[in-house]
Structure formats: structure tokens, C-alpha cells
């Protein structure tokens, strides 16, 4: 007897998916045949007919007439103030007594004279410089021509 390589239920299910694929596969094959079938070309659109115009609005109806403000009777006037009593005046203040006069600071003691400085010995004086020669005359310019008006 063969021995078997896979289960009947396994052979039952791959079966199964190799029919479902197929199907799949052939689905879009039988539809692109029939889709490259029509035209190409894609007809214009019929042209938008016009909007209609927009009714016109109605008018707003007149306003009725409101009658005038009353009239107010004047406002009586405010009565007078009475004046307010005056401040009384401040007490003057007391005199302040004179402060003490400081005493006087001790005068402070003499210091003593800083040393004289000895003089600074006398540097022999430098060599005068020789006289620089001097430049040489500039050479004058050429003439120029003169401009053409």
C-alpha cells in the first residue's frame, strides 16, 4: 500500500484554496476584457444650464411715525450752600532752644619732613643727528591737450 504524504482532511482544505485562487485569478481577466471594450474617449459634458435669476426683494414697508419726547419741565435750581466755618489758626510752635556749640578738635601733632631726594647725576648729552640730504626737485608734468568743446 502507497504510503500517504498529507492528510485527507489537508488535501480537502488545499483543494479548497487552489479552486478559491483560480477563481480570484479569473475574475479580473473575464471583466478587463469587457472594460477595453468601450471607447476611450470621453464625451464632453452637456453645457450647465443658466441660473435662474434671483427674485427681487420685496420693499421694506414705511416705518410708522413715532410721536415726539414729552417735555421735561426744567430742573429747579440746588440751593445755596452755607459757607463752612473758617479753620481755627495752629498754635505757634514753642521756640526750639539753641543746640550746644561742638568743642573744638585737638589739633593734630606736626609731622615730620619727608628727606630731601639726592639729585639725579647729570646723563652726558647724545650726539646730535648728521643733517638729512635733501629730496630732489620733482620733475614737471608733461603738458596736456587741451579739451575739444
Known amino acids: ?3 500517504m504524504t498529507t492528510s485527507p482532511r489537508w488535501r480537502s482544505v488545499l483543494a479548497s484554496a487552489a479552486m478559491a485562487a483560480a477563481a480570484l485569478a479569473a475574475a ?7 472594460a477595453y471594450a468601450q471607447d476611450h474617449t470621453t464625451p464632453h459634458p452637456p453645457p450647465y444650464p443658466e441660473k435662474a435669476a434671483y427674485p427681487e426683494k ?7 411715525v413715532y ?14 450752600y452755607p459757607e463752612k466755618p473758617a479753620y481755627p489758626e495752629r498754635p505757634a510752635y514753642p ?8 568743642p573744638e578738635k585737638p589739633a593734630y601733632p606736626e609731622r615730620p ?7 639725579k647725576p647729570a646723563y652726558p648729552e647724545k650726539p646730535a ?3 638729512r640730504p635733501a629730496y630732489p626737485e620733482k620733475p614737471a608734468y608733461p603738458e596736456k591737450p587741451e579739451k575739444q568743446a
Open 129 to 131: 643727528y648728521p643733517e
Open 58 to 64: 420685496a420693499a421694506y414697508p414705511e416705518k410708522p
Open 28 to 34: 479580473p481577466l473575464a471583466n478587463a476584457g469587457t
Open 113 to 119: 619732613a619727608y628727606p630731601e631726594k639726592p639729585e
Open 1 to 3: 500500500m502507497e504510503k
Open 67 to 80: 410721536p415726539g419726547k414729552p417735555v421735561y419741565p426744567e430742573k429747579p435750581e440746588r440751593p445755596a
Open 95 to 102: 521756640e526750639k532752644p539753641e543746640r550746644p556749640a561742638y
